[in-house]
């Protein structure tokens, strides 16, 4: 079973709620009969992903096993629609960063 990705609120976080999540995807995962549980992803250790040291904590608190498999890639069956994804990915990007910015700017003044 992989696990792609996840994320949580520091609202309860106390309460600690993605380990249960995990925990019982395990035991499904256990009871179908499969062997592996992929948490798909954690630092690499070579300091090129500082931000990743609270996830590959979590995860690797399940196991300390860590397996390199091959990355992923994009196969785009059509060139065009992926160069449109691509193009709206940007934008998406680009204006959360405008967003992020004004909010600061807005609270800086405050």
Wanted: proline share 5%.
């Amino acid at each position: 079973m992989t696990y792609l990705h996840g994320a949580s609120s520091r609202t309860y976080r106390e309460l600690q709620a993605p380990y249960l999540l995990h925990w019982q995807a395990i035991k499904a995962a256990q009871n179908s009969g499969l062997k592996v549980y992929d948490f798909w992803g954690i630092d690499p250790g070579d300091a090129s992903h500082p931000d990743w040291a609270g996830f590959t904590r979590f995860k690797t608190g399940f196991n300390k096993l860590k397996v390199i498999y091959p990355g992923t890639f994009d196969y785009p069956y059509s060139r065009l629609i992926y160069q449109a994804y691509k193009l709206g990915q940007f934008i998406y990007v680009t204006w959360a960063e405008i967003r992020k910015l004004l909010r600061k700017l807005g609270s800086e003044r405050s």
